[in-house]
């Protein structure tokens, strides 16, 4: 049974930091790229951060480039998403995918919700 589930979201104040993690199982976890993603109300869903099966590519929106990194621990089978310097516009749902794009897999987590707020 398949399963990615989010954790780490809160109320954080504008400047704080948040690492947000998503564990997973039910799949070989090391072969899988992984995507966070965002979703604020009103909002289209936008990819956040990307990491490769074994971590030596990451990829990040120009919005949160120097305040966001990703990272993966393949012996965990848990992605994190690690927030500084966190925005106002960073309040959004977040959620974690999986991907293997020759194995057709495409699992997605419940979300994790984030609010920046003063």
């Known amino acids: 049974q398949v399963q990615v589930v989010e954790s780490g979201g809160g109320l954080v104040q504008p400047g704080g930091s948040l690492r947000l993690s998503c564990a997973a199982s039910g799949f070989t976890f090391s072969t899988y790229i992984m995507t966070w993603y965002r979703q604020a109300p009103g909002k289209e869903r936008e990819l956040v951060a990307d990491?490769?099966?074994?971590?030596?590519?990451?990829d990040y929106a120009d919005s949160v480039k120097g305040r966001f990194t990703i990272s993966r621990d393949n012996a965990k089978n848990t992605v994190y998403l690690q927030m500084n310097s966190l925005k106002p516009e960073d309040t959004a749902m977040y959620y974690c995918?999986?991907?293997?794009?020759?194995?057709?897999?495409?699992?997605w987590g419940q979300g994790t919700q984030v609010t920046v707020s003063s």
């Open positions: 990491i490769t099966a074994t971590g030596s590519y990451t």
């Open positions: 995918n999986a991907k293997h794009y020759a194995l057709g897999g495409d699992y």
